[in-house]
Structures are given as structure tokens and as C-alpha cells.
Nanobody, 116 residues
Framework: QVQLVESGGGLVQAGGSLRLSCAAS????????MGWHRQAPGKERELVAF???????NYADSVKGRFSISRDNTKNTVYLQMNSLKPEDTAVYYC??????????WGQGTQVTVSS
């Protein structure tokens, strides 16, 4: 069973920065896609960014130029550097990883709150 441990959420003022981390363990298989989704109150969960094993990245339009995703394959860890944060970035951020078979796993979520 894959376990995901997220960290780095918190409260920050608008314009500030946070870095989220998600460490994956519990499988001998490598991880294909690793990424982050978020869900704001009253809204559906949406993709923020993902990165593939080969380093391809994809971002939601709303975060392009402000967020940067990276991964350390030696640690099975994915990071999300969030800069120039806005109040509308406030949400619960969920780590998502996908092993090579295509099966996906979700983290428990970490709260990010951006005050104006």
C-alpha cells in the first residue's frame, strides 16, 4: 500500500511563498506521474500541476509563472514551490501519485491559506 506524507502547508500573506512536499513510499514500483490538486470550499477539486518520471511538467493556467513543480526520484518526493500567492490560492492541496500500472493514490491533504 502506497503511503503519502504531505507537509509545508500553512498561513501566508498575499504575495508570500510556500513550499509543499509529498514523500511517497510503500511500493517497489516507480512513480510515473506525481502532482498536486487543490480543492477550495464549495468548489471541485482541480489539477494544479504534475510532473512525469521523464520530467515533463504541466500547470493549471491560474498558477503558471507562479508555481513550480519538481521531484527527487531518489527520495520519491514531489515538491510544489508556490510564489506570489493570492487569496484565491486558498485551498486544501492534495498530493497525487501514479505508479507505472496507472493506479493512483491520494494524500490526506494540507491546508494552504492566503490572507489578503
Amino acid at each position: 500500500q502506497v503511503q503519502l506524507v504531505e507537509s509545508g502547508g500553512g498561513l501566508v500573506q498575499a504575495g508570500g511563498s510556500l513550499r509543499l512536499s509529498c514523500a511517497a513510499s510503500g511500493t517497489p514500483f516507480s512513480f510515473n506521474r506525481m502532482g498536486w490538486h487543490r480543492q477550495a470550499p464549495g468548489k471541485e477539486r482541480e489539477l494544479v500541476a504534475f510532473i512525469t518520471n521523464g520530467g515533463y511538467t504541466n500547470y493549471a493556467d491560474s498558477v503558471k509563472g507562479r508555481f513550480s513543480i519538481s521531484r527527487d526520484n531518489t527520495k520519491n518526493t514531489v515538491y510544489l514551490q508556490m510564489n506570489s500567492l493570492k487569496p484565491e490560492d486558498t485551498a486544501v492541496y492534495y498530493c497525487y501519485v501514479e505508479i507505472v500500472s496507472g493506479r493512483g493514490y491520494w494524500g490526506q491533504g494540507t491546508q494552504v491559506t492566503v490572507s489578503s
